[in-house]
């Protein structure tokens, strides 16, 4: 028992510590992404360096994407565990499946707004640009936005890992044994 309970502690602080991660990369890509004043324009052709905004970007998403990954491994593990693996009448708390479903959609808009947000940081060449020979500027706030749902993500995950195994814990003990004689 005490076993299992140091591998959810570590589980749990590794996801923690990879969501840190991964909202101190937005931090550092929003401070770090392309500014105006690194526009430069020759006619209609437009030209943008790369950026690290880039690389932090990447960091963030790799780190969000396993903790996400290790954060559904605990909730599963911790659903489907033991005695319940076999029992078709096992159910979920309300709020787990709720904090679940908030993780998976804000972890799919962190996604896509980091993904934009990345592939418009990269090297922008005069007439090649992001879409259409055109240079985009990623607005401001936009890595911003991804750190929040970076920590909505990782903490309804950890949220509904937490009520999973506290619903296991009781689970177990409400089962009473009946001596033979």
């Given at each position: 028992?005490?076993?299992?309970?140091?591998?959810?502690?570590?589980?749990?602080?590794?996801?923690?510590?990879?969501?840190?991660?991964?909202?101190?990369?937005?931090?550092?890509?929003?401070?770090?992404?392309?500014?105006?004043?690194?526009?430069?324009?020759?006619?209609?052709?437009?030209?943008?360096?790369?950026s690290?905004?880039?690389?932090?970007?990447?960091?963030a998403?790799?780190?969000l994407?396993?903790?996400?990954?290790?954060?559904?491994?605990?909730?599963?593990?911790?659903?489907?565990?033991?005695?319940?693996?076999?029992?078709?009448?096992?159910?979920?708390?309300?709020?787990?499946?709720?904090?679940?479903l908030?993780?998976?959609?804000?972890?799919?808009?962190?996604?896509?707004?980091?993904?934009?947000?990345?592939?418009?940081?990269?090297?922008?060449?005069?007439?090649?640009?992001?879409?259409?020979?055109?240079?985009?500027?990623?607005?401001?706030?936009?890595?911003?936005?991804?750190?929040?749902?970076?920590?909505?993500?990782?903490?309804?995950s950890?949220?509904?890992?937490?009520?999973?195994?506290?619903?296991?814990?009781?689970?177990k003990?409400?089962?009473?044994?009946?001596?033979?004689?």
């Open positions: 028992m005490e076993k299992h309970q140091y591998g959810f502690a570590l589980f749990f602080s590794i996801v923690v510590s990879l969501g840190v991660v991964s909202f101190l990369s937005c931090i550092a890509a929003e401070l770090k992404r392309t500014k105006k004043k690194d526009l430069k324009l020759d006619g209609k052709l437009c030209y943008l360096p790369g690290h905004a880039f690389g932090f970007g990447i960091a998403l790799v780190s994407l396993v903790a996400q990954i290790i954060g559904n491994l605990i909730i599963c593990r911790n659903s489907y565990s033991g005695e319940n693996r076999n029992d078709c009448k096992t159910r979920w708390p309300r709020i787990a499946a709720i904090l679940l908030i993780s998976w959609m804000s972890f799919g808009i962190a996604v896509m707004l980091m993904g934009g947000a990345m592939s418009m940081s990269r090297r922008q060449p005069y007439g090649k640009g992001w879409l259409g020979g055109e240079c985009y500027l990623v607005k401001d706030g936009t890595y911003i936005g991804s750190a929040i749902l970076v920590l909505v993500t990782i903490g309804s950890l949220g509904s890992a937490v009520i999973t195994k506290r619903k296991g814990q009781a689970d003990g409400q089962k009473v044994h009946s001596q033979v004689a």
